[in-house]
Structure formats: C-alpha cells, structure tokens
C-alpha cells in the first residue's frame, strides 16, 4: 500500500514547519528563585489573536488502534495549540503544510516521553494520538470568540501500522 | 513562636483571592476527538498585557528545608502565572493579599499531585516550592517588554515548621 505513512522521531528541525517541539533538551535554562529553580524559558511561544486569550486545559487521551486509519484533520485558525504530556510516555503526531486550502500530505512524528509541541496558529494536524494506555496531556490554547475550528477529510485515506511504541 | 504559618489544603474556594486552582477534579468536562478524548477545559484563564504573549516553560525546582523561612514575596504586574506539577507529587505554595505595595500576611496551602494554581496579575506570591525530590512543572507565563518582577521582603519573616509532606 503506498499510503502508508513513515514514522519519523520528532525533532527541532522536521518539526519546524509546523510549530516547536517542547523540550528541555536544547532549550535555554536560566537560574531563578535564587538559585533554587531552573527556568526552561520560553519552549513554546503561544499566537492568539487579539479577541482571545491563551487558556490551559487538560486532554485525557483513549489510545490508538492499528493499523490507524488517517482520513482527517484539522486546524485552529485563530490560534497556536501546545500539548506537554503528563506521563513520560512516548506518543504519535500528524500535521501537514496547506494545500490550496486542504492539508497536503501528512507527515508523521513520533515524540518521546518528555516532548511536546506547539502547532502554530493554522496548521493543519491529526487529533491527539495517545499510545498504548489512556494519557493526559497539558494543553495551552485559545478561548474567546470566532469559528477556531476547521477540519477536512482525506479523500485516499493513509495508514500507520502497528508497531512496538514502547 | 507567633509567626508559624498555618497550612491549608489548596481548594478553589480558599485560593480564589488569588487565582485559579487547575485540577481536573470539579471542571468542565468537553468530549472532543469523536469521544476519544475528555477536555477538561479553560482550568486556567491567562492575563497578559497587552505588550506580551503567553509562553510555556518549565521549572525543575529544588526541594525545600524545614522549618523553611519565608522572608520574600514577589509578583508579576504584567501577566498571570500558572503552574501544573509534571510529577503527581504534592507541593507548597504561598500567596498574600496586597497591603498599599507590600504582601500582607502569608497564607501558606499545600496542593496535592494533581492541582496546580494560576496566579493572576500582580499577586503576591513566594517563589516555587518543591518538597522531598526535585519536582518538575509546567508554568505558562507571560513574555514581552516591560518590568515584570517585583520583590519584597518581609521585616519579620515567618516559618513553616517541618512536616511529613508525602
């Protein structure tokens, strides 16, 4: 089957045309509390349009099956959409650049268990992909007013097959 | 000794002076994802100036002694900030109403594993509070231009005594 997506582990730079991957590793620390803190400054930066402000919540994710079917997406026009994993556990992420309107072909991303990341406002993405056992993760992104949710299916879908996430 | 603060349980109604208590315990719950995920949405609600924008962080902080004197506060004029442990460990924290500029008395409360708090704009607070391991939270905060720190410290410091914080 040629709709069958690669897996790539996700890092700064293939993850870059699609927002910032949250991770302490790279990130810049700062010394603070006198000493008593490590501040990892600023791994995401949040882009909310100026009728909304940034909100946290908490996603508690079922796990994926496989072979996964990937026949949608989505995007949130209005604003950047982080996710931070509570457990250190590794999980799935699909984005695709626009095309005319509809997202292009998705690219896949394997985070580990101390990454998130930080779809800038726009992007095309997959619904949240937790691994193996439900999963919570923290999330920063917009409330306020306007449509900020956009969603479009694949007509050929794609496919992710089974594989040890551990 | 009269300055020995008393320690409470963190819940929204004795936190509400000073901001928000993030726990999914008591929020709205939105299912999204067609049914594979819960939201537990907006536990926090950021304020930013309009000169800044909301980041995520995050602060591995030190584990603190006891009895622990609590001689400074500081608060943040421009924007609010929340903090979500990373580790379902509990931890201390400490806000003040604010007396012409200066904290007023502390109130010391002890979050639970899975409660995190937003404190909002110019709040008085202490600095983070780890007890027992070196403990990891998510922080969203604000970045821009302009002075957003302030410290003060108090004449006559106050004492939390030693505890068993498991």
Redesign the interface.
Same mark, same amino acid.
């Given at each position: 089957m040629s709709n069958i997506l690669t897996i790539r582990p996700l890092t700064p730079e293939n993850f870059a045309p699609f927002g910032e991957v /949250?991770d *302490?590793d790279g &990130?810049e620390l700062r010394m603070? !509390? @006198?000493g *008593? *803190? @490590?501040?990892? %400054?600023? /791994?995401? %930066? *949040?882009?909310?349009d100026a009728a909304g402000? &940034?909100? $946290?919540? +908490?996603?508690?994710?079922?796990p994926?099956h496989f072979p996964y079917r990937v026949d949608m997406m989505e995007r949130h026009p209005l604003g950047s959409q982080?996710f931070?994993p +509570?457990a250190e556990r590794p999980w799935l992420l699909i984005a695709a650049e626009d095309n005319d309107g509809r997202p292009g072909d998705p690219q896949a991303f394997l985070a580990h268990g101390r990454q998130?990341v !930080?779809y800038r406002a726009n992007v095309w993405h997959h619904? /949240?992909m937790a691994l193996n056992e439900v999963s919570e993760f +923290? $999330? $920063?992104d917009r @409330?306020g007013e306007g449509t900020n949710l956009e969603e479009q299916s694949y007509p050929d879908p794609y496919f992710i097959e089974a594989a040890d996430w551990t």
């Open positions: /949250l *302490t &990130a603070i !509390n @006198e *008593t *803190t @490590e501040r990892f %400054h600023g /791994l995401a %930066h *949040t882009e909310i402000i &940034a909100i $946290v919540s +908490l996603f508690r994710g079922q994926r982080a931070y +509570l998130g !930080n619904p /949240l +923290l $999330v $920063v @409330e």
